[in-house]
């Protein structure tokens, strides 16, 4: 039972620093955050890249699972793909995303998550180097690219997405709009205005 919930009290905390800090983050603040010594961290998971792909995989998982969710609950193109954008944004996936996801179909450098992060409670940047995950399969991520795809073809071929933006421009969307603030009323607030501002930057517009 104490293994069991030592595991959970670990992914939680990873979820939580990689979350604030990006995957650079050490282990040793993922080890701080659940409480429990670094050592019982490398028990569970013997390199901190087991951990990130951990992590990583259960975000792809989820996300995959809100965008079926949008896809089956909302019979309006647009309605469905802008559901999907908030109910990521407001779980905070964005913060999650891992690199490889967001890289799909654009220029590399262009599609990197800013590691640049707020540290909580200081206001303060912390620069943290980004070690993206590398999964050994990508089966995952490539279900969370195919559902997301209809999303988007849908919505533009409905004529409500601007032609040019692409599935990696909507998990983008996704990153941008999940900012991490010490505050969780303000982080709210925060993810809805900036989202509202980029679904309007996506949206297609009469000639």
Do not use: C
């Amino acid at each position: 039972m104490d293994a069991q919930r030592n595991l959970q009290h670990v992914l939680r905390a990873a979820r939580e620093v990689f979350g604030e800090l990006g995957y650079g983050a050490p282990m040793e603040d993922v080890a701080r955050r659940a409480r429990v010594g670094v050592g019982t961290v490398y028990r569970r998971f013997p390199s901190k890249d087991v951990l990130v792909r951990r992590i990583a995989e259960e975000e792809i998982s989820r996300l995959t699972e809100q965008a079926r969710a949008a896809l089956g609950q909302e019979d309006e193109p647009w309605s469905a793909l802008s559901r999907f954008l908030r109910t990521s944004v407001a779980s905070g996936a964005g913060r999650l995303l891992p690199p490889q996801v967001l890289r799909v179909g654009v220029v590399e450098d262009h599609a990197r998550v800013p590691q640049q992060r707020t540290q909580p409670g200081t206001g303060e940047l912390r620069l943290v180097p980004e070690e993206p995950p590398a999964p050994e399969d990508d089966a995952g991520a490539s279900q969370l690219l195919e559902v997301v795809g209809r999303l988007v073809e849908r919505a533009r071929a409905a004529g409500e997405l601007r032609a040019d933006v692409t599935v990696s421009d909507v998990l983008l969307v996704i990153a941008t709009a999940a900012p991490s603030l010490p505050d969780a009323a303000q982080q709210a607030a925060a993810s809805a205005r900036l989202l509202d501002i980029l679904l309007e930057g996506l949206r297609s517009r009469p000639a």
